[in-house]
């Protein structure tokens, strides 16, 4: 059914092809939302910088295509391995000392800060103006082309992916491993559990598949500039999709891009000179969220399902 | 570069540490007690800033006076914060209270948008030009006014936290809520108490910038994200702390910007921001157990 479902999602080009721009852009947050939550929302680290990723992603793509000519599809493996290895660096500084809760969000904060601060001053990468990717007209082997439906499909796909990623990891001993640290990290240390090497994983597939997402951002968009990839406003993005959605769970990241994206969307085009009102609703949906609804979206459908299940025994 | 430019810089980053001082001793008093990192603080001061500006143009008062309406106002929406939102909350894991203050910073900032435009905004006033000079060294009236307030404001807080019951109660809520509850402190009103006081440090310090300061929604990220750096290098919770890291912070910025290119003036601050994270997260006033 799943498969039948994905296949569906094939048309929508087709079907409905004026909204394939919000549709990429969903699923694009999609997969940076499943980053974040498999160290946010399984491993329990929130990470309030999480943009640092993106934006290493879609930095190392493009200057390595710019200024050396190397196709973004080999920019986009060195932009993974580049993410994984940021994320291993600040993970493994950040747990050798323990630092978990508002300190693990601060340290996250501060390191995104120094990457935006840095790739605003530092011309060789474009500096504050940011680096525009030339058209390069239909070239598939340079990951640029001329119908967005490309886009659709490699977004869905990387969707698909690490949906199906997480949803294995629920079912390995790794992922029960981030629960325990997410849950009771004392007591998993106390139990045997690593918890030092469980949330460096957490942080190195975190990281490397938000960079991932930065590179096919870059590439749909062909500009980047620091506001945009290392600005706290991309993290907040970034984070709150899976904690509207539910995070911690599988499906979370999705569902809330579904709901969140279009209404950033919409709110951008119709209330143009106010563009960031919609943040004002994303302030607000999270405050309702999280007072009233802690486990997100995915938490009140469980709980409903498990009422109606329980009333049928 | 020479000796004059040095002192200048050094000086004019003491007089701003001041304000950021008082910043981090409103997120400081709200961490100690409640261990609450509140993402909403810049917010706070941003209408702290837009409350002084329009009391200032449309009632035509003068800035420093706005503070008898400014405090309190701030006071009674920190109060309302904790009392509404965050109360609820209490109990749930850490980080959903992290996610709240985000909500709520998000929701302030672009509601000040929506109602005042992101247009930036200057309060014109006759003194605000007004220079002190020593030498060849300038000293800015408005900018010593802002430092004075700041080490006003700062040790009343600090004469009310270890001077008076209120405060007794709210430092032994913060070292041991259950024993402070069975001492029959009514914890709840405490919580509200201090972070009202929160805020109105975060409200007062707005005012004490609105002299020389553009105001705009955005305007709180700059100095917020430099509190979290002083409160860090503090000791979390600790109000003497704060007050000296500031300090510290506000001139290690002005090195940054002698040493480094414009926009990288700060990563001098946030590389010593994460060092304390890593290797002191007492802070350098911290206690050890805390």
Known sequence: MIALFIFILHFWPWVAPNTIHLAIMMFLFAVMGQGWNILGGYAGQASFGHTIFFGTGAYISTVLYIRFGISPWIGILAATLGGIILGIFIGALSFRYGLKGPFFALIMLAFAEIFHMVSLGWG?????????????????LKMQFLEKKAFYFIALWMVVGSVYLVWRLERTKTGLYFLACREDHDAAEALGVNTFKAQLIAMALSAGITAMAGTVYAQYLLYIDPNSVFGLLNSVEIMIRPIIGGAGTVLGPL??????????????????????????????????????????????????????????? | MDFTFVVQSLL???????????????????????????????????LGMYATYWIATLLQLNVYVAIVFVLPLLFLVGVLFQRFLISPIMNAPEHNQLFLTLGVMLFLQNMAVFLWTPDFRVLKTSYANINYYIGDISISLVHVLAFLMALLFSGLLYIILHKTDLGRAIRAASEEPVGAKLMGINIKRIYWITFGIGSACAGVA??????????????????????????????????????????????????????????????LSFVIFIMILLFRPTGLFGRQNA
């Open chain 1, 255 to 313: 569902l809330g891009s579904l709901i969140l994206t279009p209404l950033a969307e919409y709110s951008r085009l119709i209330l143009q000179s106010y563009s960031g009102v919609y943040l004002m609703w994303y302030g607000l949906i999270l405050v309702v969220v999280i007072i009233f609804l802690p486990n997100g979206l995915m938490g009140l459908f469980k709980s409903l399902h498990d009422r109606y299940h329980r009333r049928g025994q």
């Open chain 2, 206 to 267: 707005g005012t004490a910038i609105t002299p020389f300061f553009p105001i705009y929604p955005y305007v709180g990220d700059i100095f917020v994200l430099t509190a979290y750096v002083v409160v860090v290098l503090g000791g979390m919770g600790s109000v003497f702390g704060a007050f000296v890291g500031g300090l510290i912070i506000g001139m290690a910025d002005s090195i940054g910007a002698m040493i480094l290119p414009g926009s990288m003036k700060s990563v």
């Open chain 2, 12 to 46: 004019n980053g003491l007089l701003i540490g001041g304000v950021y001082s008082l910043v981090a001793i409103g997120l400081t008093v709200i961490f100690g007690v409640m261990k609450i990192i509140n993402f909403a603080h810049g917010a706070l001061m941003m």
């Open chain 1, 124 to 140: 060789a990468i474009g500096g504050a103006e940011g680096i525009l990717i030339p058209l390069a007209g239909n070239a598939p």
